[in-house]
């Protein structure tokens, strides 16, 4: 083959010399074995404190200086090494946790390589000061960069005391990129935080510069589980805790408010070991879906504990990921109950009345209220649309008038009764501790979605043939997408099918729609399923599409309702489940408190 690039024609083989393939010093290959498993102070913090774990230790201390550049040091009342061990603590490949080759598929100490050690020594200056519990006295063995001396008799506590100085003393590339001392210890102290986490039976304390920042006592779990979050969040934590046979999963969930940009809020552990896990953090946002913004990441602690033989722990150098063998098992499990949590807990403390707020209505009171309502409506939802007017309502016949008799102001908290519209967009109601504010739309986006979910999972939508069809154009993967969604489609009251390469036919589109244009809506359907990344699941998919209906079919901000519908809006909203947030997650009501109005008219002392 010809180059004509200068740089790549120049290049002449037969100018290259060649060096012949040597073996590497076992110091050079565990310096770069160390590259994989110690990237910085905190991975040597984690490495040490799994250890101390693993050596069952009942009080782990942590001793930071200059970041972890010029030491840490890691003290642990645990097991102890015997003296003659201790310089195969510091091998590489010699570990106690792997007895057999079989013990690799049911691995249940956070170690296992035998490496970490190994690493940590080749890149710094370490020292293990170990003693049993029947010993009489301590041994100490020194590393300096792969360099191990014999071990000596020394003074020590029972348990084990590792130090490590100079971190990358001789490899000056990684010691370059280490981050400011702040920063450096910022990561040790998360790293040591996500540790102490799952062991609520160890109490652990974290020394920077001589002052103890972090005291964590022996502790009940649950005080244990907060001690990551931030302060305010530790209130309003939701319990999780749910098993079946084989795996239990416990901790806690945050307030969908809580939910931010990146998941720095989730802990997630398996086996009492943190780990990322994209299927589990896609479970969690799947179970939040509609009460959080799309990208959000909910808060939430999660311990899952199942047996080891189910999982792959051995996937990752830093240990940090895992490999389920039912990884969708997972899923489910993790989406369901946090689903479940989430349906049957009080989710917008600071936009709902106190009323509703303190004892969020029982499913026995609430299917009642439906009842009633259904039978002043007749039908939440008639299947087919309402008589036109603009707006349409399509869950609340607009011409309704309340009648006397009514029975709604007995159960009923206090905003129902009377409301005022502003701007033809929002909603103003009396609470029963000051005020509350609805988003029109927002409201009536989640009760469409809630009545067409339950539609869809009773039957398919009701659906209303074209005279003639209308075609859009589609080719290639919008085109795919669409032979995979068709029966999805057509449980939703949408029939389309291909009509060749380039385009696609529309034969029935659902009543309650008809005010929409079929080709507007499956165009808009495609090109979203086009962007998406990931290939949603049948589930995810069908919340995509009912999400889109109930944003089309609701009414918008700026038109105008009659009392009558205000007063079905408002009552419709104590009986639909995640009231609270509209299906994409956005708040549909903001409540203000009598006190709040007090602290800013300044009529008191607040
Ligand atoms: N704090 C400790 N207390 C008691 N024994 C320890 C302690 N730290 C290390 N050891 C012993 O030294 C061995 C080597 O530790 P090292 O961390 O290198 O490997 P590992 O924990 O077995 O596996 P991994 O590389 O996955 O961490 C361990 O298997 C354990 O027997
Ligand atoms: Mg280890």
């Not at 008038?401 to 029975?407: D, R, V």
């Not at 009231?579 to 203000?592: A, D, E, Q, V, Y």
Request: proline share 8%; aromatic share 4%; net charge negative.
């Amino acid at each position: 083959m010809q180059f004509s690039h200068p740089s790549i024609s120049g290049y002449n083989r037969s100018t290259v010399p060649r060096n012949s393939i040597q073996q590497l010093s076992p110091a050079l290959v565990n310096r770069i074995a160390a590259g994989e498993v110690i990237e910085r102070p905190a991975s040597v913090v984690k490495e040490l404190v799994e250890n101390s774990i693993d050596a069952g230790a009942t009080h782990i201390s942590v001793e930071i200086e200059d970041g972890g550049r010029i030491l840490m040091r890691i003290v642990d009342d645990g097991s102890g090494i015997p003296a003659d061990e201790l310089p195969l603590a510091f091998a590489s490949h010699a570990t106690s946790k792997l007895q057999s080759d079989a013990d690799l598929s049911r691995i249940n100490t956070m170690g296992f390589r035998g490496e970490a050690l190994a690493s940590i020594g080749a890149v710094s200056q370490a020292s293990i000061l170990s003693r049993m519990a029947d010993a009489p006295n301590a041994y100490e063995i020194n590393n300096r960069g792969g360099q191990i001396d014999q071990p000596q008799a020394a003074a020590g506590n029972v348990g084990t005391t590792i130090t490590v100085r100079n971190l990358f003393f001789n490899t000056p590339a990684r010691r370059k990129f280490l981050k400011g001392a702040g920063t450096e210890f910022g990561h040790i102290s998360e790293t040591l935080i996500r540790l102490a986490i799952p062991h609520p039976e160890i109490s652990f304390e974290l020394i920077n510069n001589g002052k103890r920042v972090l005291e964590l006592a022996r502790e009940k779990s649950q005080t244990r589980w907060i001690a990551g979050w931030p302060e305010d969040f530790a209130e309003s934590g939701l319990p999780l805790d749910v098993r079946d046979a084989e795996i239990s999963l416990t901790g806690l969930i945050g307030q969908p408010e809580l939910a931010r940009p990146i998941a720095k809020n989730q802990y997630i552990f398996l086996n009492g070991r943190p780990i990322r896990d994209r299927f589990i953090q896609h479970a969690l946002r799947e179970g939040y879906r509609g009460l959080t913004e799309p990208g959000r990441h909910p808060a939430a602690i999660l311990l899952i504990s199942m047996p080891p033989q189910d999982v792959d722990v051995n996937v990752h150098p830093t240990k940090s990921e895992v490999r389920f063998r039912d990884s969708s098992r997972i899923h489910g499990l993790i989406m369901s109950a946090v689903r479940e949590k989430l349906l049957g807990s009080n989710l917008v403390p600071l936009a709902v009345p106190r009323l509703s707020a303190s004892a969020p209505p029982q499913d026995s009171e609430r299917k009642e209220l439906r009842e009633r309502l259904a039978e002043f409506f007749k039908s939440s939802l008639p299947d087919s649309p309402p008589a036109a007017t603009v707006p349409a309502m399509p869950s609340i016949p607009p011409s309704s008038p309340l009648p006397a008799a009514f029975p709604l102001p007995t159960p009923f908290p206090r905003e129902i009764i009377p409301a005022i519209q502003l701007h033809n967009s929002y909603l103003v109601a009396e609470s029963d501790d000051g005020l509350i504010i609805i988003d029109q739309h927002a409201l009536h986006e989640r009760i469409m979605y809630e009545d067409l979910l339950a539609r869809v999972s009773r039957g398919t939508l009701e659906s209303q043939r074209l005279l003639i069809p209308v075609t859009l154009p589609a080719a290639g993967r919008q085109q795919e997408l669409l032979e995979q969604i068709q029966p999805l489609l057509k449980r939703v009251g949408i029939e389309a099918a291909s009509i060749g390469p380039d385009a696609v036919a529309i034969h029935s589109f659902p009543t309650f729609l008809q005010r929409l244009d079929p080709v507007e809506f499956l165009t808009e359907l495609l090109d979203r399923g086009e962007q998406e990344t990931v290939a949603p699941n049948q589930e995810e998919l069908l919340h995509e599409v009912l999400d889109m209906m109930a944003c089309k079919a609701a009414v918008k901000a700026g038109d105008p309702l009659s009392p009558t519908e205000i007063d079905a809006l408002l009552a419709q909203r104590h009986l639909i489940d995640r009231s609270s947030n509209c299906p994409h997650g956005r708040p549909t009501t903001l409540r203000m408190t009598l006190r709040d109005l007090e602290k800013q008219f300044k009529r008191t002392g607040f």
